[in-house]
């Protein structure tokens, strides 16, 4: 399928006065007469697994030019240019709150929205990055002449996204597309070899040994930017694999941590999306409220960190001040500890192993504090079960039970389904599924569409 992009000359204009930036073949004939584009949107390019890397452990991630600049030493170094996918998401956003407070360590070279095109024109009027990428090229129509600051271009589609993130030029690649659509982008980045700072964690989900296996055939690295694996990728670096006894990845509860099951049926939208202690999108929080958040980061760290679905568990921490620990086999328990702020583990991802001074939230141990555990609820929170089956299984499961989640939670939003409807529905696809020990990516792609259509098929009944 293809559209006229009535752009195209201010494209053509803009790289007349960039011609010392050369943009790859393929991304110009993005921006030719006619952009083309797949018949599915950038949203349904749910399985195309553009998967992970090898773990970042305690290992170094970076590319080995990072690794030239950044041993140069302090901001006399070269910025590590950084690509930032969903730069419009809150994730996007808090990484650019980063490299804003963090001048001469990272310089934005590539923002990347789906067609938010207000915000993403803002940022790049703030930033000046060398790319602007939409993705929607019916958004991308939108953008007028003269929108772009000087010395930015734009392209447009995924193909485009694909190719740019490829570039010799980027050194990291934050990964911060929600949901499947974020796996197409992550994996020509590990395709790449490029160091990816994952936030977008169906990637390890729907296709964690495939995408680990891409990785280590060309050199990609990950270091997560989920607060959780962030932390305990943190904690592994006091030891080493062999000597982990458990990993217990911390929940926050969401707002419904004490509410009863019998009223949780009648949750609606709007409580659903008031997150006690972060801030992040809707499809996020209402994962969050589910904890499916909390059952999909346990199939990513079954992936990421190499362990047994056995060596993972869950614990509920309404404070949100302990991100995760690490259980060793001598009986010490390393955590790591923060305010709730996403701009530490995107800082941690993007400048790791270094650290240094930024711009998050600091601790005051003047004042008395607080810190509260209990394992979940496993009656409320039914989505912590299915999360552990998933882990356990492999294969097609994390798949399945990433597809009909959000599939379920589109249908919670637009109120087709009922809060405690999408576990529900979720274990009843992942149950009903033709489950596959080894899938390829096309398998995984056609799955993830039987899944999301079982969800629609069971919400129309």
């Known amino acids: 399928m293809s559209w006229e992009i009535p752009f195209n000359h201010a494209v053509e204009e803009e790289a007349a006065r960039n011609d010392s930036h050369p943009m790859p073949e393929k991304t110009q004939r993005q921006t030719h007469a006619k952009v083309e584009v797949s018949a599915l949107n950038f949203y349904t390019f749910t399985v195309i697994h553009r998967g992970l890397s090898p773990v970042a452990m305690p290992f170094t991630h970076r590319s080995a030019a990072a690794d030239v600049r950044a041993m140069v030493g302090g901001n006399a170094a ?27 360590r990272f310089s934005p070279y590539l923002l990347a929205a ?61 990964s911060a597309i929600v949901g499947a659509a974020g ?15 994952l936030a977008n964690k169906e990637t390890l989900v729907m296709a964690g040994p495939l995408a680990m296996r891409l990785a280590e055939q060309t050199g990609g690295r990950i270091v997560p930017v989920d607060s959780e694996h962030s932390a305990i990728h943190q904690a592994l670096r006091t030891g080493t694999a062999a000597e982990v006894t458990r990993i ?25 999306l008031k997150h006690p202690t972060w801030s992040m999108g809707p499809k996020i929080t209402i994962d969050s409220a589910t904890m499916m958040n909390k059952a999909l980061e346990l199939i990513e760290a079954r992936w990421l960190f190499g362990l ?17 620990m690490v259980e060793f086999v001598d009986g010490s328990v390393i955590a790591q500890l923060s305010p709730p702020d996403m701009r530490l583990p995107i800082q941690y991802a993007l400048s790791h192993p270094e650290r240094f001074d930024g711009p998050t939230r600091r601790f005051d141990f003047t004042q008395a504090m607080t810190l509260d555990f209990a394992p979940p609820d496993p009656d409320r929170f039914p989505a912590v079960r299915l999360g552990h089956e998933a882990a356990a299984r492999g294969g097609t499961a994390g798949a399945v039970l990433n597809a009909a989640n959000e599939e379920a939670v589109r249908g919670f939003l637009e109120g087709a389904i009922r809060f405690t409807d999408i576990a529900e529905v979720c274990a009843r696809v992942l149950d009903e599924h033709p489950f596959q020990p080894e899938p390829s990516l096309d398998d995984v792609r056609r799955l993830d569409a039987w899944a999301r259509q079982e969800v629609v098929k069971w919400a129309c009944v």
């Not at 095109?117 to 939409?134: F, G, I, K, Y």
């Not at 796996?183 to 700072?197: D, H, N, P, Y």
């Open 248 to 272: 217990v990845l911390t929940a926050s509860g969401g707002p419904f941590r004490t509410r009863s099951r019998e009223t949780l049926v009648d949750v609606t939208p709007e409580e659903a």
């Open 114 to 174: 789906h067609r938010s095109t207000r915000l993403l024109l803002e940022q790049a009027q703030a930033c000046r990055p060398r790319w602007v990428v939409v993705v929607d090229p019916v958004a991308a129509a939108e953008i007028g002449v003269g929108a772009l600051p000087e010395g930015t271009r734009l392209a447009v589609g995924p193909e485009a996204l694909d190719d740019l993130v490829q570039s010799p030029e980027v050194d990291r690649v934050v």
């Open 183 to 197: 796996l197409r982008s992550t994996w020509a980045a590990l395709e790449a070899g490029k160091t990816v700072a």
């Open 308 to 324: 047994p679905a056995a060596k993972l568990a869950v614990l509920v921490h309404p404070q949100s001040i302990v991100h995760s």
């Open 78 to 104: 070269e910025p590590l240019r950084v690509a930032v996918l969903g730069s419009t998401g809150s994730i996007g956003t808090s990484t650019l709150d980063v490299i804003a407070a963090c001048p001469g």
